[in-house]
């Protein structure tokens, strides 16, 4: 089982709005990532969590808050969000965050547009 | 910083025919790892070949292969017998290590029609 699951699958918000974004994998993986891919664009990391605990933060506004309470669960909080954050927000997950294993896996995305 | 080319926006080819999709790559590292991934419709990203830069052996998965020229920074997937469940946006990837974290660096992407 490579899955990993993220909800909702679309989302629409206003500027003003506070939702969060949810990952999950039960893959046993120590490393969680997000990557925002804007349209016809390539996927562009955004945070990695490694054993939890954050390891990249790829100079993303506080807009864009992420949160690992385990090691199967990642969440991204949204705050007063910007129309051009509207994207395709995937998460991926690997076994580990280096070394051989580092295969990622990817979720099918949630697609944010906001108003 | 590590870059990743691809040179065609968009290709095509016939069903059951031979596509080859270029990809070059700039890096100073010696030790890599390189990955194509295709993503369709349905928008997942799914892991087509992984390429370790230590293994001089081409990757072959089925009916899709790499043509892994490292002294040249190329690393090019060709799909033997096309389907049409091949058409999709594929990506070459390259990843490096920040702060002992992985970091995919994508190409632009190249969009695969598969005629019928």
């Known amino acids: 089982d490579t899955e990993v699951t993220q909800t909702p699958k679309h989302l629409v918000m206003g500027m003003t709005n506070k939702k969060s974004l949810k990952c999950e994998q039960h893959m046993g993986h120590r490393a969680m990532y997000w990557y925002k891919q804007k349209a016809k664009k390539p996927p562009e990391l955004m945070f990695v969590y490694s054993y939890e605990k954050l390891s990249i933060n790829e100079s993303v506004p506080s807009r864009f808050s992420p949160e690992c309470p385990n090691s199967s669960l990642l969440n991204l909080h949204l705050h007063a969000l910007q129309p051009e954050d509207s994207a395709l927000y995937l998460c991926?997950?690997?076994?580990?965050?280096?070394?051989?294993?580092?295969?990622?896996?990817f979720g099918a995305g949630t697609r944010l547009s906001v108003l | 910083a590590q870059t990743v080319t691809q040179s065609q926006p968009e290709m095509s080819v016939q069903e059951a025919e031979t596509v080859t999709l270029s990809c070059t790559y700039d890096t100073s590292e010696s030790d890599y790892y390189l990955f194509w991934y295709k993503q369709p419709p349905s928008r997942q990203m799914i892991l087509v070949i992984r390429?370790?830069?230590?293994?001089?052996q081409n990757a072959t998965e089925n009916r899709f292969s790499v043509n892994f020229q490292k002294a040249a920074k190329s690393f090019s997937l060709k799909i033997s017998d096309s389907q049409l469940g091949d058409a999709a946006m594929y990506f070459c990837?390259?990843?490096?290590?920040?702060?002992?974290?992985?970091?995919?660096?994508f190409g632009q992407g190249t969009r695969l029609t598969i005629n019928p």
């Open positions: 991926a997950s690997s076994r580990a965050p280096s070394g051989t294993e580092n295969i990622q896996y």
């Open positions: 390429q370790e830069a230590y293994k001089q």
């Open positions: 990837a390259y990843r490096t290590l920040i702060q002992g974290a992985q970091k995919l660096v």
